[in-house]
């Protein structure tokens, strides 16, 4: 069992930075692949990256490659996504996730947190 809880969100203006955060409870958090989602409104939640278990191995959605990196410290059981160069169209609820296995696919996540609002002014 993991709990996730995101944090970092808010207001920025287009052009701007933001760091999310996402504090895992459990013991096992080093074995789970981890990754971040957001849903606009009126829109599907959407992958936006991902990274395995040992860091060795991320993956972008391709909107966001150059300007998001994903990170995560296992000692600290902690996963982060840097986002930078926002956009207006980058605004959503971003939600962190957990994976047995390393996937770009919402149903292949079993644990979620709660997610944390972005919004980019133009």
């Known amino acids: 069992q993991v709990q996730l809880v995101e944090s970092g969100g808010g207001l920025v203006q287009a052009g701007g930075s933001l760091r999310l955060s996402c504090a895992a409870s459990g013991r096992t958090f080093s074995t789970y692949a981890m990754g971040w989602f957001r849903q606009a409104p009126g829109k599907e939640r959407e992958f936006v990256a991902a990274i395995g278990w040992s860091s060795g191995r991320t993956y972008y959605r391709d909107s966001v490659k150059g300007r998001f990196t994903i990170s995560r410290d296992n000692a600290k059981n902690t996963v982060c996504l840097q986002m930078n160069s926002l956009k207006p169209e980058d605004t959503a609820v971003y939600y962190c996730?957990?994976?047995?296995?390393?996937?770009?696919?919402?149903?292949?996540?079993?644990?979620w947190g709660q997610g944390t609002q972005v919004t980019v002014s133009s």
């Open positions: 996730a957990a994976s047995g296995a390393f996937s770009v696919v919402v149903s292949s996540y079993d644990y």
